[in-house]
């Protein structure tokens, strides 16, 4: 599989290293090793979602418990989320940590992935949802660390974006 472990370990050593204790996630391709990793990891609990929405709750309900969480998802099921992230994380100023895999940009191979591509970066902007784009390993810390930080300080939703270049291996 073309999907990169090790900047897969990267991000999840960041989530555990940022004191993640929940994460909540529905199989995509780009997520497959992220997510088998909190399936083994004891100290961590994955929730299997049925659809993106419901992890906006889980992660509300996180906070409340004084749990931090993340939300990894692809670009369509931020698509999904969105009544959520704006009825619920937006509105009650909850933090949300959303990991997105972002597919569709340029090399995408798979045309049913385009156009969530096209319109993840706009949707963000206009619910002023800040996001940054992930492609360097050697930012990773730094890049996941400071989304926490902001999400936490503004209580609001926060969006990384995992782009080709760091997830994907030729």
Known sequence: MPVSVANSRLIYDVLKSLDMRLMSAL???WLVHLIRMAEDDPEVTLVRLNKEEEGVG????????GVRS???MQNH???ASVNGVVSLAQLYRIPLLMLISHRGEMGERDPWQTEGG???EPLLRALGIPYRKLWDPD???R?????QTLAESSLRPVALLMTREL???E
């Open 27 to 29: 199989p995509e391709t």
């Open 58 to 65: 889980i992660s509300a309900g996180a906070h409340f418990a």
């Open 70 to 72: 993340a939300m990894l």
């Open 77 to 79: 099921g931020f698509l």
């Open 118 to 120: 096209l319109v993840t």
């Open 139 to 141: 930012t990773l810390a």
């Open 143 to 147: 890049d996941i660390g400071s989304a």
């Open 167 to 169: 997830m994907w291996e």
